[in-house]
T-cell receptor, first 113, second 115 residues
Framework: DAGVTQSPTHLIKTRGQQVTLRCSPISGHKSVSWYQQVLGQGPQFIFQYYEKEERGRGNFPDRFSARQFPNYSSELNVNALLLGDSALYLCASSPQVTNTEAFFGQGTRLTVV | AQKVTQAQTEISVVEKEDVTLDCVYE???????LFWYKQPPSGELVFLIR??????QNEISGRYSWNFQKSTSSFNFTITASQVVDSAVYFCALIGRAAGNKLTFGGGTRVLVKP
């Protein structure tokens, strides 16, 4: 069975641009969560979606948005990119909303120049 | 609020030495879950273990073992007879019911195992 897949794996954007990151959860998993991991730090929670509804939001500005599709895949959008948005963006899928069985993808490394 | 602290930022050992990673957590919840994840250079977070707050039984799995002590709010992780492939960043994490369903991570401990 395929694990959590994220695309693209690497991305370079210019300040002010917009970016869309994609995540496909493990088959049968209905919860997708997004995390931002700045170099040298632990991951920080951005969003959780479960059954296409937002179930949690971390302390991130409104430039960050996400959605979940009927097939449970998800997109994370970031507008008006700043240099500080450079990070590894991780997607986690879980069969339940409780996230006690969270499995992570390999991440998308975003560099803003 | 919940918080996870990993005081050790980096540990360097020679192969076959044991290495213990410390994790201290804070939560107001009586029901919570603790986790350890491994992050190799590839970036993916690999799940190692989960413990709930009602299960203080320590566990051994191969070369890995975990020591959960509610009295000191600690959930430590030991690698016995370390190998070069154990080199990675290890994260302790917490989910507490009151904080929603998000994982709160510590800052990570980088383990370098030298041959």
């Amino acid at each position: 069975d395929a694990g959590v897949t994220q695309s693209p794996t690497h991305l370079i954007k210019t300040r002010g641009q917009q970016v869309t990151l994609r995540c496909s959860p493990i088959s049968g998993h209905k919860s997708v969560s997004w995390y931002q991991q700045v170099l040298g730090q632990g991951p920080q929670f951005i969003f959780q979606y479960y059954e296409k509804e937002e179930r949690g939001r971390g302390n991130f500005p409104d430039r960050f948005s996400a959605r979940q599709f009927p097939n449970y895949s998800s997109e994370l959008n970031v507008n008006a990119l700043l240099l500080g948005d450079s990070a590894l963006y991780l997607c986690a899928s879980s069969p339940q909303v409780t996230n006690t069985e969270a499995f992570f993808g390999q991440g998308t490394r975003l560099t803003v120049v | 609020a919940q918080k996870v602290t990993q005081a050790q930022t980096e540990i360097s050992v020679v192969e076959k030495e044991d290495v213990t990673l410390d994790c201290v957590y804070e939560t107001r919840d009586t029901t919570y879950y603790l986790f350890w994840y491994k992050q190799p250079p590839s970036g993916e977070l690999v799940f190692l273990i989960r413990r709930n707050s009602f299960d203080e039984q320590n566990e051994i799995s191969g070369r890995y073992s975990w020591n959960f002590q509610k009295s000191t709010s600690s959930f430590n992780f030991t690698i016995t007879a370390s190998q070069v492939v154990d080199s990675a960043v290890y994260f302790c994490a917490l989910i507490g019911r009151a904080a929603g369903n998000k994982l709160t991570f510590g800052g990570g401990t980088r383990v370098l195992v030298k041959p």
